[in-house]
């Protein structure tokens, strides 16, 4: 099965950047469907930024023009590159992974695999 992990989370200040990395072992593919959800303290959580086979990005209205979502061509590696951070950006960002292509959005629900996640602080 396919295993997730994530890395690259920390603390920085607001306005900062920061790269997420999500290491994809197991089975993979090229072109999988593939996003980044978070979760801050007390809230639910929620998707942040998605990628098809096609290949098409999606992003949450939050995070639309700052954040980058993308995937390395061998389908191990998912990154999300993280740019004017805001405090509200704080939380636990996780990786997910639907197990196959997909060409337009897909539910949370649909995602098979999950990272264990990392943390991300971002200070005033």
């Known amino acids: 099965q396919v295993q997730l992990v994530e890395s690259g989370g920390g603390s920085v200040q607001a306005g900062g950047s920061l790269r997420l990395s999500c290491a994809a072992s197991g089975y993979t593919t090229s072109r999988s469907c593939m996003g980044w959800f978070r979760q801050a303290p007390g809230k639910e959580r929620e998707g942040v930024a998605h990628i098809d086979s096609y290949p098409t990005t999606r992003y949450a209205d939050s995070v639309k023009g700052r954040f980058t979502i993308s995937q390395n061509n061998s389908g191990t590696g998912l990154y999300l590159q993280m740019n004017n951070i805001q405090p509200e950006d704080s939380g636990m960002y996780y990786c997910?992974?639907?197990?196959?292509?997909?060409?337009?959005?897909?539910?949370?629900?649909?995602?098979?695999?999950w990272g264990q996640g990392t943390q991300v602080t971002v200070s005033s």
């Open positions: 997910a992974a639907l197990g196959g292509q997909c060409y337009g959005r897909i539910q949370t629900y649909q995602y098979k695999y």
